[in-house]
């Protein structure tokens, strides 16, 4: 067992290493705060061409001001020379600080699974709003298929993308949603605009996979279709079964905005 998880570790260290160098680090400026993000440009990367556009949030876990840890969860999938070639597209993994969070929520951590409160009318938290105000620079530089941007994240990051597509409705053109929880209120409002896929753990001791349900039973009210998919034995690590999801890229990249 002790050696089995020592490949498993040598392995993950590896591909993380790799994604590490794919991604080059950048800094985003807005009015005097700032957001860490690391980028990833397509293979033979042709400055005259306009290309899709992923936005990935990470969790909770991985805030931070190293502008590296962000990239612990997905990145090795992106940087795979085999998706690359597949999917060349510009991703973009920012960086939430220690000290706020993708959405503007309270998070009651006295006993788990956590107590979330979310505030759908009040303003973003600064970093979410850096992080779309970064999409929208690309996409005003000209560098963006618009018709092809899309957003993904994990737990805090689920979350964030429920309320990034809440705040720009007409942006992307899909969603994935990993072990995350969203207001169901404002749903109605992008259910019909962006086609969601929506994953979590039957297991998740962290965050209940019933806000997930919600949020999906929210989408079909508002005569959405999300896919939806519950990891039977799976806690709150669920993005390592939908990362190993054969069409995890095909799904998110075969959907484009009218």
Not at 26 to 39: F, K, M, P, T
Not at 114 to 143: C, R
Not at 153 to 161: A, R
């Amino acid at each position: 067992m002790k050696i089995q998880l020592s490949i498993l570790f040598l392995l993950f260290t590896t591909t993380l290493a790799i994604a590490q160098d794919s991604f080059e680090q950048a800094v985003y400026h807005s009015e005097g705060d700032s957001l860490q993000y690391r980028i990833q440009y397509p293979l033979n990367y042709d400055q005259t061409k306009k290309y899709p556009l992923v936005l990935f949030l990470h969790g909770a876990g991985e805030r931070g001001s190293d502008n590296q840890s962000q990239l612990t969860h997905g990145s090795a999938l992106f940087a795979n020379p085999g998706m690359r070639n597949a999917f060349p597209a510009i991703v973009i993994f920012p960086q939430c600080s220690k000290d706020s969070y993708w959405a503007n929520v309270d998070v009651d951590r006295s006993n788990y699974p956590i107590g979330i409160t979310f505030h759908p009318d009040q303003k973003p938290t600064p970093h979410l709003k850096m992080a779309g105000e970064l999409v929208s620079s690309f996409i005003e530089e000209g560098k963006v298929d618009t018709s092809r941007v899309y957003i993904a994240g994990l737990s805090m990051g689920g979350m964030g993308t429920y309320e990034m597509v809440q705040r720009h409705p007409n942006t992307f053109a899909a969603a994935i949603a990993i072990c995350g929880a969203g207001s169901t209120e404002p749903v109605k409002n992008y259910a019909l605009k962006t086609p969601f896929w929506i994953i979590h753990g039957a297991d998740d001791n962290v965050v209940k996979p019933t806000y997930s349900l919600q949020m999906a039973n929210a989408m079909l009210e508002a005569g959405a279709k999300p896919r939806v998919t519950v990891y039977e034995h799976a806690n709150h690590n669920s993005w390592d079964p939908a990362f190993a999801e054969p069409d995890f890229l095909q799904w998110l990249f075969s959907h484009t905005k009218n």
